[in-house]
């Protein structure tokens, strides 16, 4: 289908409005409050009624960057904040504010980024807004084509919840076959103290340049999101492990995170496959000539729930387990055959969750370059 198309500026078919209204201290009401973000604020006052397409003047991203991420529909009353301008279309017959919203959250990056100027507060210029040149087909043409995007936005998304929901019926079932995995009913739970050796941490002094001059992992709770701890983000001196409080470890330890706010989460568990340090919000766990440290790792996994009941919270808001509640918790301790078995099928069904989940990332991202693939054939006149 060829469609025919008319060239307007901006600032001939839009009336182009000012926000007037503080994105953070406005009193909350009834009316949506428009703000850069991708969510709404509200107000309990209204300055326009749409259908508008709201455009940020400021970065997205700031320090210096010039970026837009997004612009806004919006119908019905609404307030909008000062870092914002509406672009409310004068005459509906030549175009559909939906049809506008669309063709800028398209092109934002060629229309708009190329206008920012300034060094640290990158900005858009009303006039500049105004001055951008767009083509427009027929009214009829706009609404075809906006209907055919909704439709399959609407298409896009239902397939986003299903993958969605695919992720959590993904960490469920690996949550349902450890709990199988470590069910020994004919076997005496154990407490922790009597299978493990168990050590502390610490920090460098941050005084001294030359604890921090090294290549030795010191590991904090902000490396516990892998099974296996090869390296960490922050590394010490060998003197450092000698002189302060932070202990060369050897490999084969499990590694568990008991104080700070990510506990409101998990109990996040690792094995150490490489000599280092671990900081005061760690503990790691030396298991004796009976008891494997894989195992141990899948079973603190396994009895993650049951772990966290025995968090507690301090004045400072930060949940702590202490290391007496660690070392009287209980687990199943079969033979060390056992164990092994129970250690291999982990590991075959973590590589089958893994797969799983690689493949689901996969899908994330073509629905993600999905969208504006049908944005970029809508403005060719391909829909």
Known sequence: MIMKYR?????????????????????????????TADFRRTSNTFQLEGPAVCVPLISSTGHGD???????????KFALANLLVALLPKDPSICDPKYLYQLLMAKKNEFFV??????????????????????????????????????????IEEARELRRRAVVETDALLKSGMKILFSFPNHNFQPISKLVTIKGGGTPSKSNPYY???????????????????DSMDHISEVATKESAAKL???????????????????????????????????????GKDLLPEYLC??????????????????????????????????????LDQQ??????????????????????ETAAELDALLPAVL????????
């Open 114 to 155: 190329p206008l920012m100027q300034g060094t640290a507060n990158v900005s858009l210029k009303e006039r500049d807004i105004a001055n951008v040149e767009i083509s427009l087909p027929t009214l009829e043409d706009q609404q075809r084509i906006v209907a055919r995007i909704e439709e399959l936005a609407a298409w």
């Open 66 to 76: 010039a970026a837009l991420h997004r612009v806004h529909y919006q119908e019905g």
């Open 249 to 287: 470890l050897d490999p084969g330890l499990v590694l568990i995170v008991v104080r700070g706010m990510i506990l409101a989460r998990m109990v996040p568990t690792a094995i150490l496959r490489v000599p280092a340090a671990i900081n005061q919000d760690m503990k790691a766990l030396m298991p």
């Open 7 to 35: 060239s307007f500026r901006i600032g001939d078919i839009c009336s182009i409005v000012k926000g007037t209204y503080s994105s953070l201290k406005t009193e909350q009401g009834e009316f949506p409050l428009v703000v």
């Open 340 to 361: 092994r078995i129970v250690v291999c099928r982990l590991k075959e069904l973590q590589s089958k969750l893994d797969a799983l989940k690689r493949h689901q990332a």
């Open 212 to 230: 921090w001059e090294g290549t030795i992992p010191w590991i904090s709770p902000k490396d516990m999101k892998i099974k296996e701890i090869t």
């Open 298 to 335: 899948g079973a603190l996994w396994a009895f993650n729930n049951q772990i966290l009941e025995l968090v507690e919270k301090s004045t400072h808001d930060t949940r702590k387990l202490e290391t007496s509640k660690l070392l009287d918790f209980r687990i199943p301790v079969p033979s």
């Open 376 to 383: 970029e054939r809508a403005f060719r006149g391909e829909l």
